[in-house]
């Protein structure tokens, strides 16, 4: 199946490339990849341009202003779709996500699944070097997920996916207004009410070594009061 990965990028200068030359190694002959820009100021966008250049595998789209995970990957998915992707991989440029599990991401969804989460709380998986708060977070923000959302999904609010084209093309896209974490969970969540099947494959997470995070706590506010609105308001 063909696939497109999707790579949100906000000053990612010290990762793009390495990324990309990482993802050349593991796709196949067709795949693509697609990163999405929202005018980083450390010119992230521009060496994106210049390895698109270079590399036909590549396309970039720039945004204009940063507006946040969630609406970068919506760009992202409906010119996937354009492009004729029959898969979308949702993927972090920090190598927090690695590079060598995405094989096993398609591999699951061409097994049938249609929404394959990377997944840090299934058996195999974890988490290599955050500290007590972060994990802390990340777990609390799972059991909170589960108590309003019940989807049986150990790690809601991992961004390592894999979606089959016909999740994308049934869900409402334009509904979708999260931003942050809230974002990975309302994709998981919607895809899930559609009756799509949603299969977790275990990851090992690792904190990225250049860069800076853009977590924040709005981030976390957000999915905090984001996540009872999905299961008792109209979204
Ligand atoms: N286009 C775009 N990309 C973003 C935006 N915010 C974050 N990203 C990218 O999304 C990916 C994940 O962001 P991170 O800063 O690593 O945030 P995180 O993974 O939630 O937080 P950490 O767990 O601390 O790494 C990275 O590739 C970022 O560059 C945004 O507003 N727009
Ligand atoms: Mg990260």
């Known amino acids: 199946m063909r696939v497109t990965v999707c790579l949100p990028t906000y000053n990612e200068r010290d990762n793009i490339e390495a990324m990309v030359h990482a993802l050349r190694g593991v796709l196949r ?4 990849v697609l990163v999405i820009d929202d005018s980083s100021p450390d010119g992230t966008g521009e060496i994106a341009d210049a390895l698109a250049a270079e590399l036909p595998f590549v396309s970039v789209l720039h945004r204009p202003t940063k507006e946040g995970l969630g609406p970068a990957y919506l760009a992202g998915f409906r010119r996937a779709l354009d492009e004729g992707a029959e898969l979308v991989l949702e993927m972090d440029c920090d190598f927090s996500h690695n590079p060598a599990d995405v094989p096993r991401l398609i591999a699951a ?3 049938g699944a249609d929404v394959v989460l990377g997944s840090r709380y299934v058996p195999g998986g974890g988490v290599g070097n955050w500290g007590l708060v972060r994990r802390t977070i990340s777990r609390g923000g799972s059991i909170y997920t589960e108590l309003f ?4 999904v150990k790690d809601p609010t991992g961004g390592f ?3 089959r084209r016909k999740v994308l093309e ?3 896209l334009a509904a979708i207004t ?3 974490y809230a974002f990975q969970i ?3 969540y919607r895809a899930k009410r559609a009756g799509f099947s949603v299969v977790e494959i275990p990851i090992i997470f690792d904190e990225r070594a250049h860069g800076t995070s853009k977590m924040s706590r709005g ?6 009061w984001r996540v009872p609105l999905l299961r008792f308001g109209r979204a």
Not at 29 to 32: I, N, P, T
Not at 149 to 152: A, D, E, F, I, T
Not at 219 to 224: D, F, H, N, P, T
């Open 149 to 152: 959302l019940r989807m049986g």
């Open 170 to 172: 049934t869900i409402d």
């Open 219 to 224: 981030i976390v506010l957000e999915a905090i």
């Open 161 to 163: 996916k894999c979606i």
């Open 178 to 180: 999260s931003k942050g």
């Open 29 to 32: 002959k067709g795949d693509r």
């Open 186 to 188: 309302e994709m998981t």
């Open 109 to 111: 969804a061409e097994d």
